[in-house]
Structure formats: C-alpha cells, structure tokens
C-alpha cells in the first residue's frame, strides 16, 4: 500500500504497480471493463463510495500521461471507474497557485492543483462532470484544516494532504473533503516536491 485516502469516515487504499494487490486489482477492472492500459498506471486503488455520484469507484493514477489530454498540460492523470454505473472518466490534476486558484481554502493553506473528470474518449457515461473540481492542498495546521471544514480529518505521521471538491455551479458549494495520510515517506508522500518542480518547469 502506498496511500490511504479518507472521505465520509470511509478509507481508501492504493496499491503501487507491480504488487500482488495491483495485479489483483487490475484483473477485477478488466473483467468489468475489458483490458486497460494498466502498463500506465502507478497505481490503483480499492473501491471507494463516493456521495456525490453514489457509486463505488476505483481510482488510478498514471505514471505515463496519455497523449490526448497534452493541450491541458496536467501535472498528473489518473483514470476514474465507476462500478454501478460502468463509467470511465480521466481525471486531470492542474497545477494552480494561490494567485491563480478561485475555490476556496482555509487561511495558511497552499493550493496546489485543481482536479477534474473529462470524459475525453466518449467512454461509457456521457455526463459533464467538470462542474464538480477538487482543490488540492497542503497546510500545516490540521486543527485549521478541520475547523475550516467542519469535519474531524485522518492526519498521517509523515505526511497530510487535503481535497474538497466544490460545485462550481452552486457558488463553489463543499461536497465533499478528503485527506491523504502517509505513514512514511514513498511516491505520493510529497505532493508540495511535485508542485515545485512544476512552478519551475512551467
């Protein structure tokens, strides 16, 4: 395992390429989806419940980034599967900066990326989905971070991360907040490492 991701008291598992796990957890989305282009991916998680969709939903995240999205130049990809429904959506991670960044945070945090569902390749579920985005951000102070969302939040020992996602076409309504724990350090342990290199590299 190589992140736990919290949401509405529920947890979330990802599993790095190559484990027992991943293969495991690729073969059960093959089955329902026919084959995938899992060569790519970093990892995959186990399914999660999301409210705003209701449904279970397993993620990935590429470690190659799929030349059709290039014109967004996303900072990361991942793909969306939506078990019930039998939806496929990519999922872009766009570098953004607390100049830039429009949604809403708590005071002290930094904005990193802004996360959003396309469903490019016309795969199964035709809905417009880019009205629900995820702020991504860090922030050193975890009791801010719960005041400011109201809820009690998972914290890991090396490292926190934070997610709420807005309707932007209700007044960036709160739909949802997640947090990324890290026990110790690994891939996706240093989310601020990846938004310097970009800030760098724009």
Same mark, same amino acid.
């Given at each position: 395992? !190589?992140?736990?991701?919290?949401?509405?008291?529920?947890?979330?598992?990802?599993?790095?390429?190559?484990?027992?796990?991943?293969?495991?957890?690729?073969?059960?989305?093959?089955? *329902? /989806?026919?084959?995938?282009?899992?060569?790519?991916?970093?990892?995959?998680? &186990?399914?999660?419940?999301?409210?705003?969709?209701?449904?279970?939903? %397993?993620? =990935? %995240?590429?470690? !190659?980034?799929?030349?059709?999205?290039?014109?967004?130049?996303?900072?990361?990809? $991942?793909?969306?599967?939506?078990? &019930?429904?039998?939806?496929?959506?990519?999922?872009?991670? +766009?570098?953004? =900066?607390? @100049? #830039?960044?429009?949604?809403?945070?708590?005071?002290?945090?930094?904005? +990193?990326?802004?996360?959003?569902?396309?469903?490019?390749?016309?795969?199964?579920?035709?809905?417009?989905?880019?009205?629900? *985005?995820? +702020?991504?951000?860090?922030? #050193?102070?975890?009791?801010?971070? #719960?005041?400011?969302? $109201?809820? =009690? +939040? @998972?914290?890991?020992?090396?490292?926190? /991360?934070?997610?709420?996602?807005?309707? &932007?076409?209700?007044?960036?309504?709160?739909?949802?907040?997640?947090?990324?724990?890290?026990?110790?350090? $690994?891939?996706?342990?240093?989310?601020?490492?990846?938004?310097?290199?970009?800030?760098?590299?724009?």
């Amino acid at each position: 395992m !190589i992140e736990e991701m919290y949401a509405d008291g529920i947890r979330r598992e990802a599993f790095d390429y190559g484990s027992d796990e991943f293969v495991s957890a690729v073969s059960n989305i093959e089955q *329902q /989806f026919g084959p995938q282009p899992s060569h790519m991916w970093r990892s995959i998680s &186990t399914p999660h419940y999301n409210s705003i969709y209701d449904d279970q939903i %397993v993620s =990935t %995240v590429n470690m !190659i980034r799929p030349t059709h999205l290039d014109s967004l130049n996303p900072s990361a990809v $991942g793909r969306k599967f939506f078990l &019930t429904k039998g939806w496929v959506y990519d999922k872009v991670y +766009l570098f953004t =900066t607390d @100049e #830039e960044c429009e949604l809403p945070y708590p005071e002290g945090a930094k904005p +990193l990326f802004i996360g959003q569902m396309l469903n490019v390749y016309g795969q199964p579920g035709d809905e417009d989905l880019t009205q629900y *985005q995820c +702020l991504y951000f860090m922030c #050193e102070d975890h009791a801010a971070v #719960e005041q400011w969302s $109201g809820k =009690t +939040l @998972e914290q890991g020992s090396y490292n926190t /991360f934070y997610s709420t996602t807005f309707d &932007t076409a209700d007044n960036n309504r709160v739909l949802r907040m997640k947090s990324y724990v890290y026990s110790e350090p $690994g891939p996706f342990t240093d989310w601020d490492v990846i938004w310097d290199w970009t800030a760098n590299n724009r």
